[in-house]
Nanobody, 125 residues
C-alpha cells in the first residue's frame, strides 16, 4: 500500500529547531520530486519546500529560505525537513507530498499529487 507518513512535529519555543520526517512506502515515490506544505488554522495550505527525485535541486518558500532545509535519502526513500529558528508564524500542520514528476524547477509552482496525513508543529512565543 502506498503511503506517506510524517513524524517529528511537536510543541517548541520560538528560536528552537525541529526535524520532520516523511517515510514513504511504495515504488511511486522513488523517482518523484517530493515536497513539504503547511496549513495554519484559518489559512490556505502553502508550499514550504521541494526536492527533486535525486536530491540535486531544491526550492523554498521565501518565508523559510535560510531557515529550513529539505533533504532526502534515496536508500530509504525518506524525506526530511530540518527547521531552525522557528517562530510562531511557522505554527501549522505540515504535510509531506509527492509531486507528479521527478524534477523541481525553482520559481515554478509545486503541486502535490499524493499526500500524507500531516504532523502538527506548534511554536510558542
Amino acid at each position: 500500500q502506498e503511503r506517506l507518513v510524517e513524524s517529528g512535529g511537536g510543541l517548541v519555543q520560538s528560536g528552537d529547531s525541529l526535524r520532520l520526517s516523511c517515510a514513504t512506502s511504495g515504488s511511486r515515490f522513488t523517482y518523484r520530486a517530493m515536497a513539504w506544505f503547511r496549513q495554519a488554522p484559518g489559512k490556505e495550505r502553502e508550499f514550504v519546500a521541494a526536492i527533486s527525485w535525486n536530491g540535486d535541486t531544491t526550492t523554498y518558500n521565501p518565508s523559510v529560505n535560510g531557515r529550513f532545509t529539505i533533504s532526502r535519502v534515496q536508500a530509504t526513500n525518506s524525506v526530511f525537513l530540518q527547521m531552525t529558528n522557528l517562530t510562531s508564524e511557522d505554527t501549522a500542520a505540515y504535510y509531506c507530498a509527492a509531486t507528479s514528476g521527478p524534477s523541481v524547477i525553482p520559481g515554478r509552482p509545486i503541486q502535490g499529487d499524493f499526500w500524507g496525513q500531516g504532523t502538527q508543529v506548534t511554536v510558542s512565543s
